[in-house]
T-cell receptor, first 110, second 111 residues
């Protein structure tokens, strides 16, 4: 059974810092990995999707990497801003289904 | 409006009642999903559908029923609601192995 772990569970940083969120998964037989953002009381917003054949994806200040062999992905956020404060979730796709990690709650202080 | 919508957004019901949560998407995505989100458990898959009239169980299907007679709609029914089904329910859709897109969620309270 696929298990997805995210470390740290919570992170507090001052504005402007570069930061890394970690995601690990136990079964490397995945189709892709997706990073989401969730604001309190809201739905999930897709940030980046990395196909299993890719090593990384970039969108603006966000960069996500994938290492299937080691079962790890990282989400790098450059020059963090207070508006980045949210919970970040990673999810891996096996056969048709997403399995989610429990998320990292990020707080960026002005 | 384009996208994926859920109704109602908030629902309070009593134990034992039947309740149906609606999900509608305008993209004609083949796959649709229902998740529940609970503190301490994260997001868990309840049911999914690969196409109209094709549904399959996820991780936590007990107590739920789904149907998909049309590609754009994927209702979730709680046949006899229990307090343990108090949760936030999210519907999602995708095409192929591309991104999943989520609806805004339905907050359900069972008293």
């Amino acid at each position: 059974k696929q298990e997805v772990t995210q470390i740290p569970a919570a992170l507090s940083v001052p504005e402007g810092e570069n930061l890394v969120l970690n995601c690990s998964f136990t079964d490397s037989a995945i189709y892709n990995l997706q990073w989401f953002r969730q604001d309190p009381g809201k739905g999930l917003t897709s940030l980046l999707l990395i196909q299993s054949s890719q090593r990384e994806q970039t969108s603006g200040r966000l960069n996500a990497s994938l290492d299937k062999s080691s079962g790890r992905s990282t989400l790098y956020i450059a020059a963090s801003q207070p508006g980045d404060s949210a919970t970040y979730l990673c999810a891996v796709t096996g056969f048709q289904k997403l399995v989610f990690g429990t998320g990292t709650r990020l707080l960026v202080s002005p | 409006d384009a996208g994926i919508t859920q109704s109602p957004r908030y629902k309070i019901t009593e134990t034992g009642r039947q309740v149906t949560l609606m999900c509608h998407q305008t993209w004609s995505h083949s796959y649709m999903f229902w998740y529940r989100q609970d503190l301490g458990h994260g997001l868990r898959l309840i049911y999914y559908s690969a196409a109209a009239d094709i549904t399959d169980k996820g991780e936590v299907p007990d107590g739920y029923v789904v149907s998909r007679s049309k590609t754009e709609n994927f209702p979730l029914t709680l046949e006899s609601a229990t307090r343990s089904q108090t949760s936030v329910y999210f519907c999602a859709s995708k095409v192929g192995e591309y991104e999943q897109y989520f609806g805004p969620g339905t907050r359900l309270t069972v008293t």
